[in-house]
């Protein structure tokens, strides 16, 4: 996906945000703002979303000295999740519909994004989760459920930390034998990484693997070998997450995106409302 | 006042709304923001807000070649304004304090700032009026009452056109005959010039000077040299709207500043709410 212009003055707002986030220093605050505008100034508006953010990250870890500024709230976030665990599970295995049900919870988790908001309460998380009980997933329900049947292996592209424990429950439903999760290959925003995985259990669930890029997305070029040869070999992709949406939606595979709409160029390009729960296939 | 980096952040965003609003081609949209994008990345913080707008708006009417892109829009305030003139009138004239009336009513006005929101009906208008009724005034009140017994002249900065007439019953208040009122020397969104003060009819009632500048505030330095003169003698000095405060409140003269809060960064500086109608001097 393209970026708008209305990405650029999200991208401006973004790290401001992101610097006040990580830094009390005003000059990192000053400093990441004067990059972020000199380099935006000269982008190209065909470049993909999440180039924005992988760049305002590496740059606002160098100017922090921080490998890792998120890393307390993603132990937060994983920990919160992880405390729900017991009862989602019980939720969806009393459901009428499991898998159904399991969709909804990992779209209840994509509310837990710092690049959207700066802070996620148990009380938000909670909410999150009646919401998405009622909130109606919007795509191709029947197509997904088609693919499930066919599919020998299945990758699993996580997003955030968190939220990715509310994925071990799809995965469960998925069948944990046929799916591999990817994680991204270094910190970006509260993204999950190998340490979120392991935090959330899924390692002894599934295999693990990252792939071995900083970008709160998955930028094919950026990622390693190892990651590629996964992504063109699976049977099917489920992609959590807007920023692996924005990143992968021309990728013309047997992907499905599970997200929810954060903004309004995501939203007029999906025809749905901001907040929606979306499935959604490349060319959506 | 100097800028605040989320003031960046909303010149970006300004930028790209003005550019919207006064041009459908894409690529004048695009070269607004990537050279607001570009300049901001190298200004000084230590300049006033307007400075900024000033810029935008500049490289706006280049663009797009229309020397006031927001002259419809100007007319159609002045027009909504005046139609709710006499009832205005009557209700300050049989207000228990005709002055604080008025005052209120010359603060609803400045509700109508295409700065801040790209459009304004009537029945905003009337919503403002109504809001300002009630709404708690904050300030030196009985100062200014002070100040008014003493002026022998009064120069009176005007802010955007249609709120140039709600102006009209508070200079009446004031007494014509001691009020200058001043207007932009250009257009730049919104703001009043000479053609809103006759429009608004304010031309029939006190001299009606404009300032020589094309900023959406007042920045002396840029101003000609007869509006800094009578700026430099006047025994007080009404200033309307927020550009006007970010522009001259650390001026030390005998100023009153009127205006409606509208941003976080002006809100955290007065410390009052974002909203909040305010009475302010230099120095606040």
Wanted: charged share 20%.
């Amino acid at each position: 996906m393209e970026s708008a212009l209305d990405c650029i003055v999200c991208f401006v707002r973004q790290a401001l945000d992101a610097a006040r986030m990580t830094s009390a220093d005003p000059s990192v605050h000053e400093g990441i703002m004067r990059d972020v505008l000199q380099w935006t100034s000269k982008m190209d508006l065909k470049t993909p979303p999440p180039v924005f953010g992988q760049h305002i990250h590496r740059r606002l870890r160098t100017l922090t000295g921080s490998h890792d500024p998120y890393r307390e709230i993603k132990k937060k976030s994983n920990r919160m999740a992880l405390a729900l665990l017991p009862g989602l599970r019980q939720t969806v295995e009393t459901a009428a519909d499991p898998l159904v049900m399991a969709l909804r919870l990992a779209l209840a988790g994509n509310v837990i994004d710092m690049g959207v908001s700066s802070s996620i309460s148990s009380t938000d998380l909670q909410n999150a989760v009646d919401k998405a009980m009622t909130e109606p997933l919007a795509g191709p329900l029947a197509a997904f459920q088609q693919a499930l049947r066919s599919a020998h292996t299945i990758f699993y592209l996580a997003d955030n930390a968190g939220e990715i424990v509310f994925d071990r429950l799809l995965i469960e439903q998925l069948g944990a034998q046929r799916v591999t999760v990817a994680v991204r290959g270094a910190p970006v925003i509260n993204d999950a990484t190998r340490e979120d995985a392991t935090q959330a259990g899924l390692d002894n669930l599934v295999p693990v693997v990252d792939n071995g890029s900083d970008a709160p997305g998955t930028l094919l070029d950026d990622c390693s070998e190892a990651f590629r040869h996964r992504f063109d070999s699976a049977d099917l992709i489920i992609a959590k997450g807007q920023g692996n949406f924005e990143s992968l939606n021309t990728v013309p595979k047997n992907i499905f995106f599970l997200f929810k709409v954060k903004c309004s160029v995501v939203a007029a390009h999906v025809g749905l409302p901001q907040g929606a729960h979306v499935l959604a296939v490349p060319g959506a």
